[in-house]
Nanobody, 122 residues
Framework: VQLQAFGGGLVQAGGSLRLSCAASGRTFSSYNMGWFRQAPGKEREFVASISWSGGRIYYADSVKGRFTVSRDNVKNTMYLQMNSLKPEDTAVYYC????????????????WGQGTQVTVSS
């Protein structure tokens, strides 16, 4: 599967953005999907994930209550709605996919998309 993330940009603290991850191929609905982010000088970290059916969803503690992950298996797209953004959310956001396991950490990822920059100004 090929993944392409988009929707990043510059937003003020407290604002919102919605990221999208478009997937190629006819088997998107079989993949567990996830979002990670990487800030300058830091390791890539888990943000959120959603199972192939949408029935299981996980969030990093740092984004719980502010971010919402969802997917549309007809449009082959995953979303990340980000509300109440903080400067510490500034990072490059990556989408990820896996067939074998739910995505909860870096080692569970099988496919990566390119990143999209999110910058939150204070």
């Amino acid at each position: 599967v090929q993944l392409q993330a988009f929707g990043g940009g510059l937003v003020q603290a407290g604002g919102s953005l919605r990221l999208s991850c478009a997937a190629s191929g006819r088997t998107f609905s079989s993949y567990n999907m996830g979002w990670f982010r990487q800030a300058p000088g830091k390791e890539r970290e888990f943000v959120a994930s959603i199972s192939w059916s949408g029935g299981r969803i996980y969030y990093a503690d740092s984004v719980k209550g502010r971010f919402t992950v969802s997917r549309d298996n007809v449009k082959n797209t995953m979303y990340l709605q980000m509300n109440s953004l903080k400067p510490e959310d500034t990072a490059v956001y990556y989408c990820a996919a896996a067939l074998k396991a739910l995505i909860v950490e870096l080692t569970t990822v099988e496919y990566w998309g390119q990143g999209t920059q999110v910058t939150v100004s204070s």
